[in-house]
Each structure stands twice: as structure tokens, then as C-alpha cells.
């Protein structure tokens, strides 16, 4: 069961991720950029996956996307959709945003439990990497993404139909959709010294 993960990386070093500024969280504007270089990674089963999803969370110039590049690797291309095809695959990831919780956010297992209880009967003792989405504690309810191994590739229109009626993204189904991998931002403005006057410095003569 070989299948590939198709890698983006901006050519203009533009982060590929959710930044946030100030001790308010403050989301500042996603700008991913417009031109990538687009790369297959092989997979075969989630142990696999979960490698590669996992070497990306420290590199916010990268992400993932289902479509496959039609251009060389070399060559810098837009996200469009005449550049990349749709294509069914072996590995999906589930988006559930905004899902309400009243639990103990450090509870990662019961959260995931519950999470997985939103979507069809084969995913729920299935296992599955996750990480939680950039604005998971910064805003309310469950917030993670999901990554499956399929038994047999799906294709895009397969996983919406899928999945419909649940509480997931089904935008993630489209060949350029940006699938999320790198680790937050939070930018925190620098800190500011106020100066001490000398007599302060002066020693004490008793």
C-alpha cells in the first residue's frame, strides 16, 4: 500500500502557518505566499505518515496539500488548480474545528475520544496521528487535526461524501487546499527597560 504526500514549500520564505501576537492571542493575517515548490514524500502506512507530518511541525515554510504537482519539482508553481490533479490516497486528514467542550483541556484522551465519536463508525477505533490546531486553547472547544490510513485510496468527492454531516472541514478535500503542519507563532513584543538613575547605583557608606 504505497501512496505519496505531497510537500509545499514557499519560494519567498513566507510562513505556512498561524501566528498570534500579544499576550490577547491576537491572530495576525495568514499569508502563505503564492509560489511553492511542490515535492512527493512515499508513504505506506501510518507509522510512515506520522513521520513525515511530524518532521514538518518545526518548519513553518512547509505544508501539505492532497493534489499532485503536474510541474517539475524544481520549478515554482501557484497554488492553482491546473497545476496540480486530484487524486485518491491511501491517508486523509480530518479537521474538526470549533467542536464545544466543557472537559478538562488537559485531558487529551478523553478530548480525542470524543472527537473521534463525531465521525462515521470506522474511524472511531481506528488509529490516527494528531496534533491540535494552532488556535486550540485560544479559542473555545476541540480543536485537532486527524490523520487515518485508509484500507484503499479515496478520492476527493468520496471523502466529502464521507464525511458529510459531521463537524470536520470538508474544504481539506481539494487538491490545493493547505493542509496545516508547522507549530504555532506567538509574538511577543520585546521588553522594555527603564533605565535606573545613577544615585541608585551609588554604594551606601555607613
Not at 5 to 27: A, C, E, L, M, R
Not at 79 to 90: A, K
Not at 95 to 117: E, F, R, T, V
Not at 178 to 197: D, K, R, S, Y
Request: proline residues 7%; charged residues 15%; aromatic residues 8%.
Amino acid at each position: 500500500m504505497t501512496d505519496t504526500v505531497t510537500i509545499i514549500t514557499s519560494v519567498t520564505n513566507n510562513q505556512i502557518v498561524k501566528s498570534f501576537h500579544g499576550v490577547d492571542y491576537k491572530p495576525l493575517k495568514f499569508s502563505p505566499g503564492s509560489e511553492f515548490l511542490a515535492s512527493q514524500h512515499p508513504v505506506h502506512d501510518l507509522q510512515s505518515l506520522a513521520s513525515v507530518i511530524s518532521g514538518l511541525e518545526g518548519n513553518p515554510t512547509k505544508a501539505v496539500m492532497r493534489g499532485l504537482p503536474l510541474l517539475s519539482e524544481n520549478k515554482p508553481v501557484a497554488r492553482q488548480s491546473q497545476n496540480f490533479s486530484s487524486i485518491s490516497h491511501h491517508w486523509c486528514m480530518i479537521d474538526i474545528d470549533s467542536l464545544p467542550w466543557n472537559g478538562d483541556l488537559q485531558d487529551h484522551k478523553a478530548m480525542l475520544g470524543y472527537a473521534s465519536c463525531q465521525l462515521p463508525a470506522e474511524f472511531q477505533q481506528a488509529d490516527c496521528w494528531y496534533h491540535f490546531s494552532s488556535s486550540m486553547g485560544i479559542k473555545q472547544g476541540i480543536r485537532v487535526h486527524l490523520w487515518y490510513w485508509l484500507e484503499r485510496p479515496c478520492s476527493d468527492d468520496e471523502m466529502k461524501a464521507w464525511l458529510s454531516g459531521c463537524p470536520v472541514d470538508l474544504r481539506l478535500f481539494n487538491p490545493t487546499q493547505i493542509h496545516l503542519t508547522a507549530n504555532p507563532q506567538f509574538i511577543v513584543e520585546p521588553l522594555t527597560l527603564i533605565p535606573i538613575g545613577l544615585a541608585c547605583l551609588k554604594p551606601v557608606i555607613r
